[in-house]
């Protein structure tokens, strides 16, 4: 069994093309070319040196000795969260950015949630002088004010979308929309391992960068490549994607994956898609995603406006049907919780995103000698708001 | 020979149109189809609402979100249809995103449209290499043509194969634009159509976005077979409701 792509774009049963013909052209021109362009010398050295210079990468694998001395485990850190713009995101649009230039685009649209992922294009964008279109949900832009206005100073044009829901689903296919009507000079930086062939492959390929420190980070530290466990939280997927890359064809490392349960897996208000959702198309892959008996894709909740997406990934779907990932679900309350305890211990201020991966040690017990890596995937400055009117702070 | 087929052999050229069904109200569906005959449309494509219907430009999205509301679904759909063959003769045709087919059961859904009469299927977001490996033998088996789409982008090898696998007519879009775009056609436009024309397809084509009136129509048609009225329609039933259906449908054949 592989965990990884087949050469036809599916993850198992999960994954492919499902795209209108409008925008075969385009995505046919990506499948194309993506692995022909990362594999060129040039490319990698290019990646290789804003990652290091730009990021700041490689991000410390910290070990957290007091949250390991809470759980009775050893518990080390990617810090995601210190890499430029504050999150994981950077890794993938560093990549899209270099991929659009060598496909000639001069103009780049992004979708975005919570603002993360357009905050991260609009500074690539500003980078390389492209010009650059997000489109962000009407009801998230009101509620994400500080990243809305980090996106305008970085010179990008914010475009509200205004269908369906108002939110980060409807951004995506506003953007996809977008690359319809502009099918020739535009480049489409999908912010996770989510639409069709070859995004989910690509962000992936362009996160890897994360596991693959981890193994001579780790090397360095315990004198072992392998983790015992790699934890990471899942909206789409991609920081887990990153964390799990290459070690995803080893089964002797555990994968764990944190979802959001909202309110609660029965409450009505949750984005805990693998407990919650079936089989479907979304945004032109085959997944899993929530959605009503008649196919219609319903409206996700979670405190963490990055996990509040209705899908994950084809590979995270893949992951959770064959069981090579334990996929656990993580209330508002408890990623909360967990979130306040990494401050006390550690003196980081995670993401509400991240804080659901951290909320997994009070789920599961882990041995002593057992070797955990968390995903710290962002950094808590963006949530400041919710967690201020959260602890009446 | 499938209704399709027969109506694209009448020496005209043909307008289909395309509403989302239930709106404005849930149980317009077999008024407005039965109206669209009577004013002498040659085809009807029946739009079967999704909540993320990623080719559709804002009439159609929020036509769909009203529909949704509404309480439109894939079975009240079909029990609205149920009888639809007892007053209408005209090709009809259910245009729907693969999602909530898929949920339905591919299988049950076009068992469920043979039943009831319907004679194709425009599935924007199912590919043709999918369709061909996974879907061809279902739909054939129940006598659904499965009309593809083409565009001002689609290689002319990839025309060629779309040409090879249909059987009806080739939708093609007018523009590279969502639907409901109607800022008229330009020369880049003609140049297509003329291209395409010149192509000498074994299905003959059939012009669909960006047509809202008699103007658009008739450029759609000089080489195309046939044109499709989606948006402009949709507008027209916002304010009119059910009403002047004949009339909207004469000012643009002006026959
Ligand atoms: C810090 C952080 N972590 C995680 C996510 C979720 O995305 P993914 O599942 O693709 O890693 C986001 C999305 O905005 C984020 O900002």
């Known amino acids: 069994m592989s965990y990884n792509i087949n050469n036809k774009g599916y993850y198992g049963e999960f994954g492919g093309a499902f795209i209108p013909e409008m925008l075969y052209p385009n995505v046919e021109e990506l499948r194309q070319n993506y692995l022909k362009v990362m594999a060129e010398p040039e490319f990698q050295k290019e990646f290789d040196k804003l990652l290091k210079d730009y990021v700041g990468r490689p991000s410390p694998l910290y070990f957290a000795k007091r949250l390991s001395a809470k759980y009775n485990t050893k518990i080390y850190l990617k810090r995601e969260d210190l890499n430029h713009t504050g999150a994981h995101k950077i890794n993938n649009t560093i990549g899209q950015i270099l991929m659009a230039k060598r496909l000639g685009k001069q103009r780049i649209i992004a979708e975005t949630g919570a603002g993360q992922h357009g905050v991260a294009t609009a500074t690539v964008c500003a980078l390389m002088g492209l010009e650059c279109i997000v489109y962000m949900g009407e009801i998230d832009i009101a509620r994400q004010a500080p990243n809305v206005a980090r996106m305008k100073m970085l010179g990008a044009t914010v475009i509200p979308a205004v269908s369906g829901s108002k939110t980060l689903k ?11 009507n502009n099918p020739v000079d535009t480049h489409y930086i999908i912010g996770s391992v989510v639409g069709p062939h070859p995004y989910p492959d690509m962000v992936a390929r362009f996160q890897a960068v994360v596991s ?54 029965q409450s009505g208000e949750s984005a805990a898609t693998s407990v919650l959702g079936n089989e479907g198309i979304i945004h032109g892959s085959k997944s899993l995603l929530m959605q009503t008996k008649d196919g219609q894709i319903t409206e996700p909740y979670s405190i963490s406006a990055g996990l509040d997406y209705p899908g994950i990934g084809p590979m995270h779907a893949h992951l959770y049907k064959t069981g090579r990932a334990e996929f656990i679900s993580i209330t508002d309350d408890e990623a909360m919780k967990a979130g306040l305890e990494l401050c006390k211990l550690e003196g980081i201020i995670p993401a509400i995103e991240s804080s659901h991966a951290l909320a997994i040690f009070e789920q599961k017990t882990f041995k002593p000698n057992d070797v955990v890596v968390l995903s710290l995937s962002g950094r808590g400055d963006k949530d400041l708001e919710t967690y201020i009117n959260y602890f009446n702070l | 020979m499938n209704r399709i087929n027969q109506k694209l052999q009448e020496d005209k050229k043909l307008l289909s149109i395309y509403f989302t069904a239930g709106y404005p109200e849930l149980d317009n569906t077999v008024t407005i189809i039965q109206n669209l005959e009577k004013s002498g449309v040659d085809m009807i494509e029946i739009g079967l609402p999704f909540s993320d219907p990623l080719a559709d430009g804002p009439t159609i999205q929020a036509s769909s979100t009203q529909a949704l509301k509404n309480g439109m679904t894939t079975d009240v759909l079909f029990k609205q249809l149920k009888d639809i063959r007892k007053s209408v003769n005209i090709p009809l045709i259910i245009m729907g995103y693969f999602n909530p087919i898929l949920q339905y059961g591919v299988e049950a859904f076009s068992k469920k449209c043979a039943e009831i ?49 249909s059987n009806g007519f080739i939708y093609m879009v007018s523009s590279a634009s969502v639907t409901g775009n109607s800022s008229g056609f330009g020369e880049e436009q003609t140049q297509y159509f003329k291209r395409i024309a010149n192509m000498k397809l074994k299905n003959p084509q059939i012009v669909g976005f960006g047509i809202s009136d008699n103007k658009t129509f008739l450029q759609a048609t000089q080489d195309a077979k046939g044109a499709i009225i989606g948006s402009a329609f949709i507008k027209h039933l916002s304010k009119f409701g059910t009403n002047k259906i004949p009339e909207y449908i004469k000012q643009i054949t002006k026959l």
């Open chain 2, 117 to 165: 009469g319907i004679d194709g299927l425009i599935i924007p977001d199912l590919p043709i290499e999918v369709y061909n490996e996974a879907y061809k033998t279902v739909f054939e088996k129940y006598k659904l043509l499965n009309i593809f789409l083409i565009t001002p982008q689609t290689s002319g090898e990839r025309i060629r194969f779309i040409d090879s696998v």
């Open chain 1, 212 to 265: 693959k420190e981890i193994q001579w980070q780790l090397k360095e530290q315990e004198g072992k490549t392998k983790p015992d466990y790699v934890i990471a939280c899942v909206g789409g997927g991609s920081n887990a994607a990153g964390a799990y890359y290459h070690f995803l064809e080893d089964t002797n490392v555990k994968l764990i994956a944190a979802e959001a349960a909202g309110k609660g897996i």
């Open chain 1, 170 to 180: 409807d951004a995506t296919n506003e953007a996809i929309r977008d690359w319809i």
